[in-house]
């Protein structure tokens, strides 16, 4: 589809309104406007910045919606107040924190594309802020078409395989009072599940595990296998962690995925082709194909939402 002269030019610079919103969640802007409002320079001496150059970051996110300036007082507006300020159930914080430690990702693409990609490192920070992050997008509504879409009525135990914050466990436990969960990922990301499954008060029901799929079986006797934005694309040994799923699981288990998934013609949707850039993205059939070949039966789309990357399928393991 032609979208036309505007469109492009908001695509040209659409990075800049991108990186303001890094920079004004990276100083805590807006948890600081939090019910009150403050002036540029006092803001600056709480964050320890240049006040001039403060001042027009905060215009700018008057420009943006997220503050309003009456005077020379800044506060937030409803967005700000709803999403970016740490500790409301719809923070967004952190995943904008991650969008800003994959900055340099996009800002080195050309090398990446001519080069080929290098894998990224993280400090401890930024990988908090990577697994907080999962949790705010589960919040924002990828978690809602779970709940809706999914049933796990009458299943026992799921293992969530690279459940980082443990946040799908969470609300399936919650919803399915008979369900056990088991996280498994690395030490590192079981170290902040723990921290949000003891905020909910459900660790008698929702147990962790370290490993690696790289290395280890996923257990015997699963009736649900959750793999949420875990199988990225043909490069990132899906086959090999479904084969393991398929050898961990009842007869009449239930496989769930969440992925971002392409068009078969691979033209799209715009978020799921962006992912592909960074990480890796599976087009719908050959999502279907690796969960055949595994062995699963009745493999089917639950729900897609292109516009939030989040597409649920399901299948079974029948014998
Ligand atoms: C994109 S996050 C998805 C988190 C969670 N499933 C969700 O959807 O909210 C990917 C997860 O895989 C975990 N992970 C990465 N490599 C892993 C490995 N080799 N073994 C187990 N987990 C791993 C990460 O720590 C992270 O929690």
Known sequence: MDKGLAYLTELTWAYRAARVLHIANGLGIFSLLHSKSMTAVRLAQTTGTDAEMLDKL??????MGLLKRQ???????????????????NYQGDIIAHSASVWNFWSNLEDA????????????EQHRHFILG??????????????????L?????LFDVGGGPATYSILA???YPELTATIFDLPETIEIARQMIAKEGLQDRIHTRVGSWDTEEFGSGNDVVL????????????SMKLDKAYRSMLPGGLLVIQEFLLDDDKSGPLVPALFNLMVGAFSSS?????IRTAGFAKPKTAVADPSIGSAWITAVRLG
Request: proline share 8%; with cysteine.
């Open 153 to 157: 009525a009458g299943r026992k135990h």
């Open 71 to 89: 005077g020379c007082q800044y506060k937030n507006s409803d967005t700000a107040d709803t999403y970016l300020v740490q500790g409301h159930p």
């Open 173 to 175: 436990c919650r919803n």
């Open 286 to 290: 050959e999502l279907m194909d690796a």
């Open 58 to 63: 905060l215009i700018a996110c008057c420009g």
């Open 113 to 124: 594309v001519r080069h080929g990609p290098t894998p990224p490192r993280w400090t401890p």
């Open 227 to 238: 793999f949420s934005n875990v199988l990225h694309g043909p490069s990132s040994s899906a």
């Open 134 to 151: 999962m949790h705010n997008n589960t919040m924002a509504g990828r978690g809602a078409l779970f709940l809706k879409h999914i049933d």
